[in-house]
């Protein structure tokens, strides 16, 4: 009885931790969205600078960015693009830090819109 009584109490830790997971999936626009970004030409002001904004810069900006990897202005995203380091973190690609660091890896629809604008000449548009 006690054996069954933990297995039963073990099934539904996973089955809430399960379900916390796919609502922080959805919070953050996790992999099973629609992808609707990606169509047409990806601006950089309005669609990759605003997600940088809210994955990058907390970490990213200022006198000491972290890993003095500096993000913030069209120019400095462009070198960091340049490098394939911005694609290769955030793809959790092998030889890069995987970032955001300490948060959950953004949604393939928003890696997606970046690596496009990233394949169209990183414009500044
Ligand atoms: C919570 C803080 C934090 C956030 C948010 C964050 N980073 Fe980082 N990042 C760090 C720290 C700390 C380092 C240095 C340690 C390391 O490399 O893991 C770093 C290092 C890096 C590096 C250099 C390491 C390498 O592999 O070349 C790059 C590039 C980078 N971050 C890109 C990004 C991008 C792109 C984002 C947004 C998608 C981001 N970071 C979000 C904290 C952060």
Redesign the pocket.
Known sequence: MRYFLSIVLLAVTVIFYSCYYDKEQLLYGGGSAPCTDTTGVVSYSQKVAPL?QQ??Y???TGSFP????V?GTYAADKA?AQSG??H???SYAP???P?????PK?SNCQIAVIKKWIDAGMLNN
């Open positions: 940088l994955y990058c907390s970490c990213h972290s890993g003095n990897a993000m960091m380091k911005l290769g973190t955030i030889g890069y830090s970032m955001p660091k300490g948060m953004m």
